[in-house]
Each structure stands twice: as C-alpha cells, then as structure tokens.
T-cell receptor, first 114, second 111 residues
C-alpha cells in the first residue's frame, strides 16, 4: 500500500476509444504528477498539478487530457491514441511541487493501444 | 537540455557478488534521489542525497554524491535475489524544480 491508488491496473483500448485513468492519493499531498514509462526509456514527466492547478505540461499531445478536480484525485483522459502510446502510466504525489523531495508512486496503469 | 545518464544499462551478477550503478548529470544538482522498481512494480524511493561528497548507507546499500554534485553511485554489497529490479537516479531540473530520471540500471541476480 503506497498511499497512491491507480485504476485500472490494466487497460486495452482501440485507437478510436475514449477511456480514463484514475489516481487517488491518501497522503495529504499538494502535488500530483503523471509519468509515462516506456520500455528502455527514462520516466517521462507528462503533467504536474499543484493544488488542482496545472503547473507543467511537458509538450504532451492533446490526445492526453489531464483533470484534477481536487488535491486528492487526478485523471488522465485518453482519446484517439496511437499504438506508440502503449506504456505504463504512473501517477505520483509529493508534499509540494516546489521542494523536489520524495515522489510517492502508484502501482501504475498498463495501457495497450491496439 | 538537461540530462541524467546512468551506466550500465544492465548487469547480471552471481548472488553474493557486488554491484554498482553510476549516475552522471550534465548540470550541477541540488540533490539526487535513488529509486528501485521491482519487475512488474512501481518505483519506490530509496534515498535522497543533498551535500557534496555525502555518503549514506542502508544495510548493504551505499550511496554517494560526488564532490561536484554532478554524479552519484549506488553500491550493493553481496547481492541477494531480493535486490533484483531497476535502479533509477533522479535529479531536479535546472529550471522548474521537476525531477529528471535516468534510464535506469537493470539488475539481475543468479542464485
């Protein structure tokens, strides 16, 4: 139990589907993140939210749409994805986005795009 | 742009042998963090180093931060099968205070 819960753990979708990934943190943190982990590549930061405001968008294609309704929940809405978007999507939280301290990761959502 | 490089990419050792992974940054870092990801798992924080030349130990793991704060290493003494996984280093970006991760070193241990 990491304190950061992601659902679903596995997702298979077609290129025309619309789906969402959900992340919930129970740690009282103020910052939440989406990372993409592809095989043989470093973890890629996608989005950062601080107190429900997006503070970073790392040149992510618009087919990925984040939503942060409150400081405990983070969503990643997916639509018209490409097969190269298949990856492990990791949610993380930290007490503050300013202080680069420890990141607490969820277990990830393994996405396969057919 | 700012880069964090890790070597080796992959290492396969016999149980009981030592293991070291190295991390090098293109810029000076205010701190460096190490994470471990077990196969099929998610990254888990191990430690953060802040001071130049700092050395920290966690049981069989020894972490070092270089004097110039541009490199770091993780050394495991007498590896065990429970040590298998990918070890990542991460450092804050020069601007924006966001973490940049290395590509990781995959450790496999033969028993």
């Amino acid at each position: 139990e990491t304190g950061v819960t992601q659902t679903p753990r596995h997702l298979v979708m077609g290129m025309t589907n619309k789906k969402s990934l959900k992340c919930e943190q129970h740690l009282g943190h103020n910052a939440m993140y989406w990372y993409k982990q592809s095989a043989k590549k470093p973890l890629e930061l996608m989005f950062v939210y601080s107190l429900e405001e997006r503070v970073e968008n790392n040149s992510v294609p618009s087919r990925f749409s984040p939503e942060c309704p409150n400081s405990s929940h983070l969503f990643l809405h997916l639509h018209t994805l490409q097969p190269e978007d298949s990856a492990l999507y990791l949610c993380a939280s930290s007490p503050s986005p300013i202080d680069t301290g420890e990141l607490f990761f969820g277990e990830g959502s393994r996405l396969t795009v057919l | 742009g700012q880069q964090v490089m890790q070597i080796p990419q992959y290492q396969h050792v016999q149980e009981g042998e030592d293991f070291t992974t190295y991390c090098n940054s293109s810029t000076t870092l205010s701190n460096i963090q190490w994470y471990k990801q077990r196969p099929g798992g998610h990254p888990v924080f191990l430690i953060q180093l802040v001071k130049s030349g700092e050395v920290k130990k966690q049981k069989r793991l020894t972490f070092q931060f270089g004097e110039a704060k541009k490199n770091s290493s993780l050394h495991i003494t007498a590896t065990q099968t429970t040590d298998v996984g990918t070890y990542f280093c991460a450092g804050p970006m020069e601007y924006g205070n966001k973490l940049v991760f290395g590509a990781g070193t995959i450790l496999r241990v033969k028993s």
